[in-house]
């Protein structure tokens, strides 16, 4: 950190770095209150990993998550109707608009971001390095930071009110001084399923004899979610990359013979192709390819992607190049060998890159899926408890979104001898779940915002770590920044029953309930309580259902109200009578009632 600043200042309330899909929701959010948002984007394409192959939506409930990212999926799924019709196979591919095309998403985040205006502006090539000058600050405020130009070479400084790192690495919150973690937190340290080393077979119970839970420096694998068709109008054919190295992998052959798999697998989706990636369809004859779960070998590569998230952009430039050419040299093995059976190899050679993506590329993803980097220091620590067990506790009374997937990490090792699967792969369900505001509040900076690099065991990023997740963070971040401007406070003071405010008016789910949703009449209620834990772990709010004298007794004791006379009717109805009269207290008498 320095105190050196330069005179040639590009000055915005809010300044974000990261033109990934929770960057462009912080800087959509702030740009609708009126103020001035930019964001640097370091490639020349904004859109992250939606606009780079992950077409096939990480959500494990839908509705769960909701604002502007439901406003994104409605738009994609309007696309398809406008382009195609409403009964076209393009529009049932998309599937309600949470599956589709890199380039769609592409086109709807521009849109998106065009609308804005003046309040916000997008540059791209613009390169954040991760080292302490680069970050000025005076005591924990940053004030300015350092970007360079990648097309010119010059170095170029923005200052803002408030910052945002919505980078995948988490580069600017670690300049500016935030502490953050990485690798594996042990069993023994937060008693999480699935924690520290870990060896189990796909869909099975973990391995007690190689499994010891301890905890190391492992980084979840990358990969490139490919966009690949059959679709012969539309292919490009794999080439051998430059290069290839068959010995990295001959051991698919007996893998393929034998029938060895680490799964089970679903034998429709191992057959042929799908033996060395998991394919979810897309419209117009496209699947997005993501790394196959019950394979030794597939799109993955893990281990050498470890330093990526400190390293230099040359060195992480260099480690995309070898993912690339790691991955299309697996499928050209795939389609080519001469030792794999020939049945195999040709239903492998229907397959290939899809012409019209990425056509700058090659057609191949711009962005390689960097599932988890540095995961910053934050007034809140995510655990996998959050996701399993503290639906409407305290903790989780300053939610800014709800979310839900499945505890969800790649390998961190490659195949080793006599495992039943690679170290680190697992998936583990959790229920729907609520994100406190201080996972993204680092410590010891106080005008930043870490959205996706948020604060979290490496077993509770695993879940927060989709895009959805990020998508809401972002618009939370992009609204606390509103809020704390307004009101003068730092974002780790501000006001967060206001902030939640917004986010409701917004369309967002701060506690989920699969029977109300954003804009039902008693839904503010609804959320105010959900979050003080008056509804219990129920996902149905059962609104229209008469209140009983239970629930009143409960609500009114709970609340602090003595004068329960007028107390009757739906549940919805005598919620809102209950917030009308605690809803104007202050927060220092809110947390008194609600402090147990």
Not at 224 to 251: A, F, G, H, M, Q
Not at 424 to 442: D, E, I, L, Q, R
Request: aromatic share 10%; proline share 5%; with cysteine.
């Amino acid at each position: 950190m320095t105190t050196n600043q330069s005179d040639d200042v590009k000055h915005y309330d809010a300044v974000i770095v990261g033109g990934t899909p929770g960057g462009i929701m912080a800087g959509i959010a702030i740009a609708r209150e009126k103020r001035t948002a930019i964001i640097l984007e370091r490639s020349a394409f904004i859109g992250g990993l939606p606009a780079n192959g992950l077409g096939a939506t990480d959500i494990g409930t839908r509705g769960a998550t909701r604002g502007l990212f439901t406003e994104f999926t409605d738009r994609v799924k309007q696309h398809y109707v406008d382009t195609y019709g409403a009964d076209s196979p393009q529009v049932a591919d998309c599937s309600d608009g949470y599956h589709f095309e890199p380039q769609v998403a592409e086109k709807i985040l521009h849109n998106m971001i065009g609308e804005q205006g003046d309040y916000l502006t997008v540059l791209t090539m613009r390169q954040f390095d991760a080292e302490p000058d680069n970050a000025i600050t005076d005591g924990k405020t940053l004030t300015q930071i350092k970007i360079t130009n990648r097309e010119t070479g010059d170095a170029e400084y923005y200052s803002a009110k408030v910052f945002i790192d919505a980078t995948y690495e988490g580069d600017l919150a670690a300049a500016a001084g935030a502490p953050y973690m990485l690798g594996r937190e042990g069993k023994d340290e937060y008693n999480e399923p699935c924690a520290g080393k870990l060896y189990k077979r796909w869909r099975a119970e973990p391995d007690p004899y190689y499994s010891t839970g301890q905890g190391d420096n492992a980084i979840q694998s990358y990969n490139y979610r490919l966009t690949l068709t059959t679709d012969k109008s539309n292919t490009t054919k794999i080439e051998k990359p430059p290069t290839y190295n068959r010995e990295e992998y001959v051991s698919l052959v007996e893998d393929v013979v034998t029938g060895n798999n680490a799964g089970p697998p679903d034998p429709m989706e191992f057959d042929g192709i799908g033996r060395i990636t998991n394919m979810v369809t897309l419209p117009n004859h496209k699947v997005d390819a993501n790394n196959q779960h019950a394979a030794f070998i597939s799109t993955d590569l893990p281990e050498e992607n470890w330093p990526y998230p400190t390293a230099s952009w040359d060195w992480r430039d260099r480690f995309a190049q070898r993912l690339r050419e790691y991955i299309l040299g697996l499928f050209y093995f795939a389609q080519n060998d001469p030792d794999l059976p020939e049945d195999f190899r040709e239903k492998c050679n229907r397959w290939g890159l899809a012409s019209d993506e990425y056509q700058e590329n090659g057609n191949f993803p711009r962005q390689a899926y960097v599932r988890e980097g540095r995961r910053i220091k934050g007034d809140y620590l995510f655990t996998a408890h959050d996701a399993l067990t503290k639906r409407g506790s305290k903790e989780h009374s300053t939610s800014i979104t709800a979310s839900h997937y499945a505890l969800d990490s790649h390998a961190v090792l490659k195949r080793e001898p006599n495992r039943p699967h690679l170290d680190g792969f697992f998936g583990y369900p959790s229920k729907v779940y609520s994100v406190p505001y201080g996972v993204m509040v680092p410590l010891e900076v106080e005008n930043l915002l870490t959205p996706v690099p948020a604060s979290a065991t490496h077993i509770g990023f695993s879940t927060l770590r989709m895009e959805p997740c990020w998508m809401a963070l972002g618009q939370a971040a992009g609204v606390a920044v509103c809020v704390s401007l307004d009101d003068g406070t730092t974002v780790g003071e501000v006001n967060i029953r206001e902030v939640q405010r917004r986010l409701l008016d917004a369309g967002a789910v701060l506690s989920y309930y699969a029977d109300a949703k954003p804009g039902d009449e008693h839904y503010e209620a609804l959320q105010f309580f959900a979050l003080r834990g008056f509804l219990g772990d129920s996902y149905e709010a059962n609104l229209d259902a008469q209140a009983s004298a239970e629930d009143i007794q409960n609500w009114t004791a709970w609340a602090g109200i003595n004068n329960t006379d007028d107390l009757q009717g739906t549940r919805g109805e005598v919620l809102d009578m209950i917030y009308a009269q605690v809803n104007g207290l202050p927060d220092e008498q809110l947390a008194d009632i609600f402090a147990g």
